[in-house]
């Protein structure tokens, strides 16, 4: 006991490090838990393109591309104490890639125009997905590893937009999309034998997106009477997205796992029903901006609202069991900032306010009517004092 009232820098000193105080275990890259201590990684990529943009006729412009990607993305597995020696595991995928895109954009007025967009795309895992080493997600405080057999999605990406611009870096828009994704990467969740969910990574077979946005931001000067509001210039900006997707999977789909450092390729449907949203993707995103602007005064405050609807953080390990789901809600952030001299000094204050609403950070999963938080803590608010200094 006498140990554990020190200071973290005594407490794991050399003299306490031993057989009889404090020992060191090196699990990683063990039989315990079958991922690997240490990884390398890499991706080279060689690409080219063409694309012709032409006025097809008065008011209407297309462009049309093509971009042909060859790209190598390597993972392999080094032992810990023998670093140079040769991997443990390794995998490189392979991958060519002709992409096409077309672009069709009527300028039918002055200060509007219609967009139309055909495209194919291509979404790469990242490193830490694929590496089979176990690293702690500072986010959720949650062990994830990576599954080294994740394949690359594929999108195909339509969009119509309507964009109207009432002066500079001023407009209103409206737009549609729809994408088709194959092998997109979802996040799965297993519970372990200690009560605490791992994560790891797998490739669902497909799925649909589709939605619309709007686009709004306009800067008035108004004229009250009153100075201190006729002297500023006030600003509203909004966004909206609307999002849906569907996940699809048919019989005989298989998926890739690698939990225990064996891959296995189960059904899809042990895992997915098909019908289900996205991983990751909320319903609703909306950010509104208030604020105003003083030139002459060098100040600026602005109140940011932002909301995002309930949405899938990971797949549970069985349709059986219900999804992790995370609710971000809605938050409030106030930001003011203000330029002064002293001394022919510049300076700029700055306050900041955010979560004025204290919305908490919530996971859970429900079911019948009940709720288990997995991952749910107070945020609380916070507020800062900032000052700077040109020179």
Request: net charge negative; glycine share 8%.
């Amino acid at each position: 006991l006498r140990y554990a009232g020190q200071r973290i820098d005594y407490l794991v000193s050399d003299r306490n490090i031993n057989d009889d105080i404090i020992l060191l275990r090196e699990l990683t890259g063990s039989s315990l838990t079958g991922d690997a201590a240490m990884y390398d990684a890499g991706l080279e990529v060689a690409a080219a393109y063409v694309q012709v943009d032409s006025e097809i006729r008065p008011l209407l412009r297309g462009s049309i591309g093509l971009r042909y990607e060859t790209a190598d993305q390597t993972v392999k597995t080094l032992d810990i104490f023998s670093p140079s020696a040769a991997p443990i595991f390794s995998r490189t995928v392979s991958k060519d890639y002709v992409l096409p895109a077309a672009t069709l954009t009527w300028n039918f007025a002055e200060d509007q125009q219609l967009r139309f967009g055909l495209s194919q795309t291509i979404g790469r895992p990242q490193f830490r997905e694929l590496a089979p080493q176990r690293y702690r997600d500072t986010e959720t405080d949650r062990i994830l590893s990576g599954n080294p057999y994740l394949e690359d999605t594929t999108f195909v990406n339509v969009d119509a937009r309507y964009e109207h611009y009432f002066s500079k870096g001023q407009y209103f828009t409206f737009g549609a999309f729809y994408k088709n994704m194959e092998k997109p990467i979802e996040a799965l969740a297993v519970l372990g034998s200690d009560g605490a969910f791992r994560q790891t990574f797998y490739n669902a077979p497909a799925a649909d997106i589709y939605g619309g946005e709007v686009e709004f931001k306009k800067l008035f000067e108004l004229e009250t009477g009153t100075t201190w509001v006729d002297n500023r210039r006030w600003l509203v900006s909004l966004n909206y997205t609307y999002t849906t997707s569907q996940l699809k999977v048919s019989d005989g789909d298989t998926i890739i796992l690698d939990i225990t450092g064996v891959p296995t390729t189960p059904p899809a449907r042990d895992y997915l029903t098909g019908g289900e949203k996205l991983q990751g993707q909320s319903d609703h995103l909306a950010n509104l901006q208030l604020g105003f602007e003083n030139d002459e005064a060098g100040s600026q405050a602005t109140f940011l609202v932002t909301y995002t609807s309930e949405r899938v953080s990971a797949r549970s390990s069985s349709v059986d069991l219900p999804d992790l789901v995370q609710k971000p809600g809605m938050r409030v952030d106030f930001v003011y900032r203000r330029n002064f001299e002293i001394q022919g000094r510049e300076f700029t204050g700055s306050f900041e306010a955010r979560n004025l609403t204290g919305t908490d950070a919530e996971e859970y999963q429900a079911a019948g009517g009940k709720r288990f938080d997995t991952n749910s803590f107070d945020i609380g608010q916070s507020f800062s004092l900032g000052l700077s200094a040109r020179f």
